[in-house]
């Protein structure tokens, strides 16, 4: 654990909700170490390389977080445990990467249809979901509820 915000949230045990009982893949008796993940665009790029055409978005400091503003850019989201393979979460904007969307990484929706995201403001909410999160990631959004989620993620997002 190497991050910048690490030296201020040193508990692991902050990274996992206690409600995730999912387990590591092929370790039946092994929790997943975090169920939450760092938006991608905060955090590194898709490939895990650091480097993009885009690497202006992956550097941006809290005080040029205008785009969306700190109060709706969103940090760190409760994901599935169906998508939750590594630390970041994306929402890939379809007007830059030229597609109609997809869920990249799925929200869980273990609490009632919602889960809960936190904000580059400090402020953190629960968001119920119009639909059910039970799709694979790389998959299209299911519906115009499931598209409204989509759309509302993607508007917390800091987009290269």
Sequence with gaps: ?????????QNVEL?????DKSTVRGMKNQLRPFSYT??????GTPDGTGSSP????FKKKFTQLIEPS????FCFVDTSEMS?????FYCFN???FGWQGAWDTVPTDRHSQGGTISFADGHADYWRWKWPKKVQPGTSPANKYDRGDWRRLLEGCTQP
């Excluded at 760092?38 to 955090?43: D, I």
């Excluded at 700190?70 to 850019?73: G, I, Q």
């Design 1 to 9: 654990m190497m991050g910048v915000l690490f030296k201020y949230t």
């Design 15 to 19: 990274y996992r909700c206690p409600s």
């Design 38 to 43: 760092l938006q991608g665009y905060l955090n």
């Design 54 to 57: 885009y690497n202006k978005a």
């Design 70 to 73: 700190p109060v709706k850019t």
């Design 84 to 88: 939750i393979l590594g630390g970041p």
């Design 94 to 96: 379809p007007w830059v």
